[in-house]
């Protein structure tokens, strides 16, 4: 009994460290291998929807579909045994992702049709940023991340602004255009407005009536000016944040990777973990 513990508690060490250990090489290969099949049950899903080569590989893709529902059930099962909280996995985004993405093929058995929501499987591609786990990517993502709660308030308000913007711009239109000329409805003529301040204009309605293509050459002019004014927040935090970062870290350059702009007082570099020969 013992014994059979004993293997038990092995295979279970082994498999950690193949699924949760991304700084392993069997880690990483494993990650992405399994990068590789969820693109792979992505591209299948999106060409179920071609006819062409459905009707053509049908039998193939279904093959193909339950050897990676397979692998991503016993993934999913492994995932949970190897750790010491299983709850907390189950429970997690990434575990809530991780059974949806089982899920789709066995549901297809129930409810035709349904085998389309593998598409969701794409959510799992947000593992390769754990893969990518190298301070130069963390660094940047933090930063961004930082940036965009920094300017939440800003972009709220500019939101609350333009909504309450579209919503009076779409009733005027209304009035002036009327149901003859295609404005039916205020909530039509508030479609008409998103699209064209958002300046992608689909044509499908359009004012035909002198003031009305006025207001609409205003809400086209608006729109550019509008698309611009998130972009310009959040860049104003990420430099914000860029130059509190540099007047945190020290000209010292690591002697052994060269990665310069150390954190002042470290004693190990931020890229490589070298010693760093402080002052």
Same mark, same amino acid.
């Given at each position: 009994?013992?014994?059979?513990?004993?293997?038990?508690?092995?295979?279970?060490?082994?498999?950690?460290?193949?699924? +949760?250990?991304?700084?392993?090489?069997? #880690?990483?290969?494993?990650?992405? !291998?399994?990068?590789? /099949?969820? $693109? *792979?049950?992505? @591209?299948?899903?999106?060409?179920?929807?071609?006819?062409?080569?459905?009707?053509?590989?049908?039998?193939?893709?279904?093959?193909?579909?339950?050897?990676?529902?397979?692998?991503?059930?016993?993934?999913?099962?492994?995932?949970?045994?190897?750790?010491?909280?299983?709850?907390?996995?189950?429970?997690?985004?990434?575990?809530?992702?991780?059974?949806?993405?089982?899920?789709?093929? +066995?549901?297809?058995?129930?409810?035709? #049709?349904?085998?389309?929501?593998? !598409?969701?499987?794409? /959510?799992? $591609? *947000?593992?390769? @940023?754990?893969?990518?786990?190298?301070?130069?990517?963390?660094?940047?993502?933090?930063?961004?991340?930082?940036?965009?709660?920094?300017?939440?308030?800003?972009?709220?308000?500019?939101?609350?602004?333009?909504?309450?913007?579209?919503?009076?711009?779409?009733?005027?239109?209304?009035?002036?255009?009327?149901?003859?000329?295609?404005?039916?409805?205020?909530?039509?003529?508030?479609?008409?407005?998103?699209?064209?301040?958002?300046?992608?204009?689909?044509?499908? !309605?359009?004012?035909?009536?002198? $003031?009305?293509?006025?207001?609409?050459?205003?809400?086209?002019?608006?729109?550019?000016?509008?698309?611009?004014?998130?972009?310009?927040?959040?860049?104003?935090?990420?430099?914000?944040?860029?130059?509190?970062?540099?007047?945190?870290?020290?000209?010292?350059?690591?002697?052994?990777?060269?990665?310069?702009?150390?954190?002042?007082?470290?004693?190990?570099?931020?890229?490589?973990?070298?010693?760093?020969?402080?002052?």
């Amino acid at each position: 009994m013992s014994e059979v513990k004993s293997k038990y508690q092995k295979f279970r060490k082994q498999a950690y460290i193949i699924i +949760y250990g991304t700084n392993t090489v069997s #880690g990483k290969l494993f990650d992405l !291998i399994l990068l590789g /099949l969820i $693109l *792979l049950s992505v @591209f299948l899903t999106m060409m179920e929807t071609v006819a062409g080569f459905e009707a053509k590989f049908h039998d193939e893709r279904i093959i193909i579909e339950w050897v990676i529902t397979i692998f991503f059930t016993i993934e999913y099962i492994l995932r949970i045994i190897t750790i010491n909280k299983p709850i907390k996995y189950i429970f997690s985004f990434y575990g809530i992702i991780d059974l949806i993405a089982t899920l789709p093929m +066995y549901i297809a058995q129930i409810f035709a #049709g349904s085998g389309i929501l593998s !598409i969701v499987r794409a /959510l799992r $591609l *947000l593992r390769l @940023f754990k893969i990518l786990n190298h301070p130069k990517f963390s660094g940047q993502s933090n930063q961004l991340k930082d940036a965009l709660i920094a300017s939440r308030g800003k972009i709220i308000v500019f939101i609350y602004f333009v909504l309450i913007s579209t919503i009076l711009i779409g009733s005027v239109m209304y009035v002036v255009e009327g149901k003859e000329n295609g404005f039916t409805s205020i909530p039509t003529s508030i479609y008409w407005t998103i699209v064209t301040l958002t300046t992608v204009g689909y044509g499908d !309605i359009s004012p035909v009536t002198p $003031l009305g293509q006025f207001l609409a050459s205003f809400v086209m002019i608006l729109g550019y000016g509008i698309i611009a004014v998130p972009t310009g927040i959040v860049s104003a935090e990420i430099a914000k944040q860029g130059n509190e970062k540099e007047k945190d870290n020290s000209d010292e350059s690591c002697t052994d990777c060269g990665a310069k702009n150390q954190t002042k007082n470290a004693n190990y570099c931020y890229n490589c973990g070298n010693h760093l020969l402080n002052d």
